[in-house]
């Protein structure tokens, strides 16, 4: 198992959420969050004072899935989060040693 974490701006929720469904992938959490990337957040003028805002406001999605979804599910988060320019996101995909279905008591895989 894997937990697939993408880092995404925020009004590119509506369209990753949308796309995952439709891919197989209903289930996720979402969290509002701030961060940064190699441009250390953006430069930004205000009556003529420039200044840097250096945590900008991001949206992180996490997704587990099995080992299989992997390409299938990053191919999707490529697709839909992507506008091309700076700060479209990342995506970071971590082992999941255990999974636990709260209700049912399935554990591993048929957790999911
Ligand atoms: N190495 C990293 N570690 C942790 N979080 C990261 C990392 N890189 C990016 N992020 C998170 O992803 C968000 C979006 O990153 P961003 O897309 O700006 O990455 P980038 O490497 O600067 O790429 P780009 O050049 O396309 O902007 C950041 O605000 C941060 O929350
Ligand atoms: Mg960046």
Redesign the pocket.
């Known amino acids: 198992m894997k937990l697939v974490t993408a880092?995404i701006r925020p009004e590119k929720l509506e369209d990753v959420k949308t796309a995952l469904a439709e891919a197989g992938y209903p289930s996720m959490t979402v969290t509002d969050?701030k961060?940064?990337?190699?441009?250390k957040g953006v430069e930004q003028t205000w009556r003529g004072e420039t200044y840097r805002v250096d945590l900008?406001n991001?949206v992180k999605v996490e997704i587990g899935i099995i080992d299989d979804e992997v390409d299938e599910v990053l191919g999707v988060l490529e697709e839909a989060a992507s506008t091309g320019s700076?700060?479209?996101?990342?995506v970071f995909v971590t082992p999941v040693e255990r999974a636990l279905r709260i209700r049912t008591g399935e554990t591993g895989e048929e957790a999911l």
């Open positions: 880092v969050v961060g940064r990337g190699k441009q900008l991001k700076i700060g479209d996101g990342k």
